[in-house]
């Protein structure tokens, strides 16, 4: 059997990822195009059954019949030609809205949500989801961000903070955010302050945890007596110490707490927004029309990989000393 | 010994400490001058860094009290330094920001530096050049912007050394400072406390307060003997060793000069009688047999 563990070259690294990624992307497109294919050749198959129909029509001689026969011949000539019509179309390009080829996912997806939509043409889905999400989340992480950090290090320099605030906490943390939600719309409604109040207090508890856990563990006793020694007064031992020493791992629980959020906010804009990556989602998911819901979805992702990519640069510069 | 000493700069007055029955120091009592550097050695777990903590302020006696530099000790503070075994150094700083650490706490506020920034700048490129000094002192000016994660454990305890110094605390307490490191990097950090031994001749030589006044616990003799001009026993194996230990062996050690060879032959008679003092369970003696520092000291000054 293969050695656990053992270290691979890094070219292997490398192809092997790009392999996942082209078999995803691959198996997608063998899927969505079969599918397409198969599609056609239904609709050619119609066509033909259509077409065979007319001619069974059109064989018999219309002057024999009485004006009643010849009424409802000449309407189903009409049916035939406009069924020939439509599978003619389908015949040449599928249009499968619940697994649409990359072509269609294209066409219909990301240019339609790119391009100025509506009666008047002035709808821009994309820039308005995506700016009223944003904003959304960072307003909501940001105040979460700063209670946590104030209630966290508190939590980890003084005794009795630490005790009056450690039971609500770890009980807000067990309750999934989601089942609150109800409790947010009616007690703070549906605005934009609903968003930021509920992501705030959704990772709140966890943040707050983590950095209180931070604050007590990964700063030493003795590095807190020796700062006294230093002649630090105890806002420079909570500035200068404490929160330096935890600002890595402080960057890294806000990065893993933009997945939790995002489930919150976009599951929230499902239920009652107008606006908003959550919103678009269900519209769409009504229709059955993938073709916007998967180019969202993708959009989505990249942006998580970004946001993740970036609070990393960012703990680097900030934090050189760290390591990675 | 209850009239203080000129120069005192650490008083220990009837110290006693226990953890719940656990009775570990008894009724210690202890005078430092200014210019001593002061090996404490002791059995295992017979409470050396308890009575540093004590010292320090962080753990307060529970019987007794502590005069550091005139004042008693409630809570740590600049006069008393501290360079622990490890977790020293502030991984988020540079050596020389670490060295520069204590002057911009001791000598600003956090408002100040907020709202005085451009001063500040200037007051802090003067700290850094004065960390540079003391780092180049303790010859590691090379080693001036690598975090702690980068250094060696003997680079490290030297930067704590410099980070200590900086304050120019009364007192010095190390524990056990060189117990984790090899054999060559000992003898270095040891040459390093002979080379402020011979700062403090020079300063007595020249009528002044000498600058540098050290307790240090170590588990060598050998090294006691060397880096100090007087060595503590602090041991329970003595009359009254179940209430805990206190002092049992209180004299002078001989002074070496930095560039003066390692002849440890010499430290055999003090070696055996230490041991005999010290580190033998079965010694029921009274504690103040070999506690004789002040005395001989007094008869050589007397007038
Ligand atoms: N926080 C504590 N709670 C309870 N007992 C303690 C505590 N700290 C120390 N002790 C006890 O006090 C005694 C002295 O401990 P201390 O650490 O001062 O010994 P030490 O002389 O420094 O030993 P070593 O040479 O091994 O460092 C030991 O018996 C130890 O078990
Ligand atoms: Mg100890």
């Known amino acids: 059997m293969l050695m656990v563990r053992k270290s691979i070259p890094k070219a292997w690294q490398f192809s092997l990822g790009i392999a996942s990624i082209l078999l995803l992307v691959g198996g997608y497109t063998v899927f969505s195009h079969g599918r397409a294919v198969r599609q056609k050749e239904v609709a050619a198959q119609q066509l033909d059954n259509v077409r065979n129909l007319l001619s069974e029509v059109l064989a018999t001689p219309a002057d024999e019949l009485d004006p009643a026969s010849l009424a409802k011949r000449q309407s189903k000539i009409h049916d035939y030609e406009a069924q020939i019509t439509r599978f003619e179309q389908e015949s040449q390009t599928a249009i499968d809205r619940t697994v649409p080829t990359w072509s269609s996912l294209y066409h219909d997806g990301l240019l339609r949500v790119l391009s100025p939509q509506g009666l008047k043409k002035d709808e821009y889905w994309l820039a308005e989801d995506a700016w009223a999400t944003f904003i959304r989340l960072i307003s909501g992480l940001g105040v979460g961000v700063a209670l946590s950090l104030i209630i966290g290090i508190l939590m980890g320099a003084y005794a009795s903070i630490e005790s009056f605030f450690l039971p609500p906490l770890s009980f807000l943390a067990k309750i999934p955010p989601t089942a609150m939600m109800a409790i947010f719309f009616i007690l703070v409604g549906t605005s934009y302050q609903m968003y930021v109040t509920m992501i705030a207090f959704g990772v709140l508890p966890t943040l707050a945890q983590s950095i209180y856990q931070s604050a007590k563990k990964d700063v030493p006793e003795n590095l807190i007596f020796k700062a006294y020694t230093l002649g630090a007064s105890s806002l420079e031992l909570i500035w200068n110490v404490i929160y330096k020493q935890i600002l890595p791992r402080l960057i890294d629980a806000v990065r893993l707490q933009i997945g939790p959020a995002m489930v919150m906010l976009v599951a929230a804009e499902w239920m009652v927004s107008s606006a908003g990556f959550g919103y678009r989602l269900r519209l769409f998911y009504q229709r059955t029309d993938m073709t916007v819901i998967f180019v969202y979805v993708l959009i989505l992702g990249v942006a998580g990989l970004v946001a993740d990519y970036l609070l990393t640069l960012l703990r680097r510069k900030l934090c050189p000393w760290f390591g990675d | ?303």
């Open chain 2, 1 to 303: 010994m209850s009239n203080t000493r000129p120069n005192c700069v650490l008083h220990c007055q009837g110290v006693s400490h226990w953890f719940g029955s656990n009775r570990v120091l008894n009724n210690i009592n202890l005078e430092i001058t200014a210019g001593q550097i002061v090996a404490v050695v002791g059995p295992s777990g017979c409470g050396k860094s308890t009575l540093l903590r004590a010292i320090l302020g962080t753990h307060p006696p529970k019987a007794g009290q502590i005069i550091a530099n005139g004042h008693p000790v409630t809570r740590p503070n600049r006069d008393v330094g501290i360079v622990y075994q490890n977790y020293s150094l502030f991984d988020f700083l540079t050596a020389r920001d670490n060295v520069a650490f204590g002057l911009m706490l001791d000598q600003t506020t956090l408002p100040e530096r907020l709202f005085g920034y451009f001063q500040w700048r200037k007051l802090r490129s003067q700290h850094r050049q004065q960390a540079l000094d003391l780092l180049e002192k303790v010859q590691l000016s090379k080693a001036a912007n690598l975090y702690p994660h980068e250094m060696s454990g003997g680079m490290r305890q030297r930067v704590a050394i410099a980070q200590a110094l900086i304050m120019e605390p009364k007192i010095l307490l190390l524990d056990e400072p060189f117990g984790a490191l090899d054999e060559a990097t000992r003898e270095e950090l040891q040459l390093m406390l002979l080379r402020l031994y011979d700062e403090n001749l020079q300063a007595k030589a020249a009528g002044q307060t000498p600058p540098y006044t050290i307790l240090i616990v170590t588990h060598e003799l050998n090294e006691a003997l060397y880096v100090s001009d007087r060595v503590i026993g602090l041991s329970q194996y003595h009359q009254d060793g179940a209430n805990g230990a206190t002092i049992v062996y209180d004299k002078q050690a001989p002074v070496f000069k930095a560039g003066d060879a390692r002849d440890f032959e010499q430290f055999e008679t003090q070696k055996d009688e230490l041991r005999k003092a010290v580190f033998t369970p079965s010694a029921t003696r009274h504690h103040s047999e070999f506690v004789t520092f002040w005395n001989e000291h007094d008869k050589a000054f007397a007038p």
